[in-house]
């Protein structure tokens, strides 16, 4: 597959989690937390559902490694790394200096 494919995917899959993270970005917003005593937001789990989702679909055969859930194919030659919403701690407290990675 040509890699410009792989940038176009890449591209807009960042906007749509961009557009979750907009949509999900307020003051007071509901937080559950991990076992780390670190903030999970509704935008961090549905931005990581909506990478496995459109990367399974896109590109069976490659495997995804996520903050909050993974998908794994042994022997996967491509690896897509994600942080749904790096930043989560200024994000969940609404502070604009978080992003998608």
Same mark, same amino acid.
């Given at each position: *597959?040509? #890699? $410009?494919?792989? +940038?176009?995917?890449?591209?807009?899959?960042?906007?749509?989690?961009?557009?979750?993270? /907009? %949509?999900?970005?307020?003051?007071? *917003?509901? #937080? $559950?937390?991990? +076992?780390?005593?670190?903030?999970?937001?509704?935008?961090?789990?549905?931005?990581?559902? /909506? %990478?496995?989702?459109?990367?399974?679909?896109?590109?069976?055969?490659?495997?995804?490694?996520?903050?909050?859930?993974?998908?794994?194919?042994?022997?996967?030659?491509?690896?897509?790394?994600?942080?749904?919403?790096?930043?989560?701690?200024?994000?969940?407290?609404?502070?604009?200096?978080?992003?998608?990675?």
């Amino acid at each position: *597959m040509p #890699k $410009e494919n792989y +940038k176009n995917f890449a591209i807009n899959l960042a906007k749509k989690a961009g557009k979750i993270m /907009l %949509v999900n970005f307020k003051l007071g *917003m509901k #937080k $559950e937390w991990k +076992k780390d005593k670190t903030p999970l937001t509704i935008a961090d789990k549905k931005i990581n559902d /909506l %990478v496995i989702r459109l990367v399974r679909k896109e590109f069976s055969n490659h495997s995804i490694l996520a903050e909050e859930g993974n998908f794994i194919i042994k022997g996967s030659e491509y690896l897509w790394v994600c942080d749904p919403v790096d930043g989560t701690i200024p994000f969940s407290h609404g502070l604009p200096i978080s992003t998608f990675s």
